[in-house]
């Protein structure tokens, strides 16, 4: 059972560079999410998906795109990256088991990929 | 989910008990709070959840009191791996609802 799994761990890009960070979970979750994470901070909600065929922006949005393309995978997009977006950023999945009623499901983290933008 | 405030940073020693709090003043009738631990270099991963009371396991405790606008993650004889960030999240849920992460706690253990 392999969890939530992040492509790549590390990625180095040049200033206008595209590309896409995969995100894939094998625990059959509705919801999926992307955040990212900068030096000494806190995490930052990029996107969600609630289900699939659903895409919400979070906190901060701009410069980013989402794709869920079925129930196990959300990529995120960085179509022409910038280096205010070098960061970690996180894929993460939640769904409620039967009978857990209103509480705050637990959400599992991926390992993180490594961004660095130059 | 409810908007909480908690310490920046706190400081203890190997061996401690050490008392995170969280206030969730807005807190709502069906939301539950929800503590998560970050390692430096790892995604965040679940410790522990409850709704009133007192809610313990093998990791740590959560003190709940009876109106639920506080809550305290106790973490029993600290040790150096005990060293992380500890986010309080309260909410209820919905496979809708989005999953914000504040500040949280940065804790350091000395020796």
């Known amino acids: 059972n392999a969890g939530v799994t992040q492509t790549p761990k590390f990625q180095v890009l040049k200033t206008g560079q595209s590309m896409t960070l995969q995100c894939a979970q094998d625990?059959?979750?509705?919801?999926m999410y992307w955040y990212r994470q900068d030096p000494g901070m806190g995490l930052r909600l990029i996107y969600y998906?609630?289900?699939?065929?659903?895409?919400d922006k979070g906190e901060v949005p701009n410069g980013y795109n989402v794709s869920r393309l079925n129930k196990r995978e959300f990529s995120l997009r960085l179509e022409s990256a910038a280096p205010s977006q070098t960061s970690v950023y996180f894929c993460?999945?939640?769904?409620?088991?039967?009978?857990?009623?209103?509480?705050?499901?637990?959400?599992?983290f991926g390992q993180g990929t490594r961004l660095t933008v130059v | 989910l409810a908007k909480t405030t908690q310490p920046i940073s706190m400081d203890s020693y190997e061996g401690q008990e050490v008392n995170i709090t969280c206030s969730h003043n807005?807190?709502?009738?069906?939301?539950?709070i929800t503590w998560y631990q970050q390692f430096p270099s790892q995604g965040p991963r679940f410790i522990i959840q409850?709704?009133?009371t007192k809610v313990t396991n093998e990791v740590a405790s959560l003190f709940i009191p009876a109106d639920r606008k506080s809550s305290t993650l106790s973490l029993p004889r600290v040790s150096l791996s005990d060293t992380a960030v500890y986010y309080c999240?309260?909410?209820?849920?919905?496979?809708?609802?989005?999953?914000?992460f504040g500040s949280g706690t940065r804790l350091s253990i000395r020796p």
């Open positions: 993460a999945s939640r769904g409620r088991e039967p009978g857990q009623g209103t509480s705050l499901a637990e959400a599992f």
């Open positions: 625990m059959n979750h509705n919801s």
């Open positions: 998906s609630a289900s699939e065929g659903t895409t």
């Open positions: 807005n807190i709502a009738t069906n939301d539950y």
């Open positions: 409850g709704y009133k």
């Open positions: 999240l309260v909410g209820a849920y919905s496979s809708a609802s989005k999953i914000i």
